[in-house]
């Protein structure tokens, strides 16, 4: 049983900057992938952004290439979102989650049912 979870999220003007983070403690369950998601109101999940343990590689959906950064600190028991030039369609829950070892391919789908522990969330709202 694992615990995460996450924080940092605001609300912020349209091209603002926000950094999420997701404390990830509890058992020694061997999770290898750490991902972030969001969900906005009346939108199915969404996979943004996840990071390798093994050697930190990171993806991106395309909606956030290029905005949006992961990285992991502490330890690697942080995992951060760095979010810039933030538009409104970027408002959302923000979930961060973890999953044991998948192929490479299989991480850049961003596919939610992969993941096994999820944090509780937190609110980004991005308005003018």
């Known amino acids: 049983q694992l615990q995460l979870v996450e924080s940092g999220g605001d609300l912020v003007q349209p091209g603002g900057s926000l950094r999420l983070s997701c404390d990830i403690s509890?058992?020694?369950?061997?999770?290898?992938?750490v991902g972030w998601f969001r969900q906005a109101p009346g939108k199915e999940r969404e996979g943004v952004s996840c990071i390798s343990t093994e050697d930190d590689s990171t993806y991106y959906a395309d909606s956030v290439k290029g905005r949006f950064t992961i990285s992991r600190d502490n330890g690697g028991n942080t995992v951060n979102l760095r979010m810039n030039s933030l538009k409104p369609g970027d408002t959302a829950i923000y979930y961060c989650?973890?999953?044991?070892?998948?192929?490479?391919?299989?991480?850049?789908?961003?596919?939610?049912?992969?993941?096994?522990?999820w944090g509780q969330g937190t609110q980004v709202t991005v308005s003018s």
């Open positions: 989650a973890v999953a044991p070892p998948i192929p490479v391919s299989t991480m850049k789908t961003l596919i939610p049912e992969l993941f096994s522990f």
């Open positions: 509890g058992s020694a369950w061997p999770y290898y992938v």
